[in-house]
């Protein structure tokens, strides 16, 4: 448990900064916003996706994970990240644990990935502005669906097929 009895409101500011900083991640990366992502990450930053499955040494590597595995415009996905621990551990660090939910639609593959996990991060306070050192999930569970299996399931709207515009009808 965290003493939060020395917190101040400084301290408070620090952590919402850093909450907006794994926003613009997570926002970056289902918009395929590989400038935001990358200036998440500290450049000697390391992660280990789903529990150390993909692990990578520098944010250029991370990068281009990201981008091979995720930058089709058939590669739709939605990461929240909530319930959000972060502790400052000196003026300039910080760790945080999140709980992730993901959903993945790959219209390649005609499939649908659900899941979640529980991430943990490494943050670093540079010239003023927090990234993140390190970061990683391990997963608590992970399901895969085909699509085609799902009687009148029918994907209506996409940030790029349909420029974020639903197919509906009013």
């Known amino acids: 448990m965290v003493d939060t009895a020395g917190m101040t409101p400084e301290d408070l500011v620090e952590i919402e900064l850093i909450k907006r900083l794994k926003y613009r991640y997570l926002r970056g990366l289902d918009q395929k916003d590989w400038t935001a992502v990358e200036s998440c990450f500290t450049e000697d930053a390391t992660a280990a996706y789903s ?3 993909y692990a990578f ?3 250029a590597e991370i990068l281009d994970f990201l ?3 995720m930058g089709a415009e058939t590669f739709l996905s939605s990461h929240r990240c909530h319930h959000p621990e972060i502790d400052l551990t000196s003026a300039t660090t910080a760790v945080g644990t ?6 993945v639609i790959d219209t390649t593959w005609d499939i649908t990935i659900r899941g979640a996990a529980f991430y943990t991060d490494e943050y670093v306070k540079e010239e003023g502005v927090w990234q ?3 970061t990683g999930y391990k997963r608590s569970y992970e399901e895969i669906q085909p699509r085609g299996a799902v009687p009148g399931l029918k994907l209506t709207a996409s940030w790029w097929a349909t420029d974020g ?3 509906l009808d009013a």
């Open 165 to 167: 515009r639903s197919m």
């Open 51 to 53: 529990g150390g499955k």
């Open 132 to 134: 993140i050192r390190t």
């Open 57 to 59: 040494e520098s944010r």
């Open 67 to 69: 981008t091979r595995s």
């Open 98 to 103: 999140w709980a992730l939910e993901d959903v």
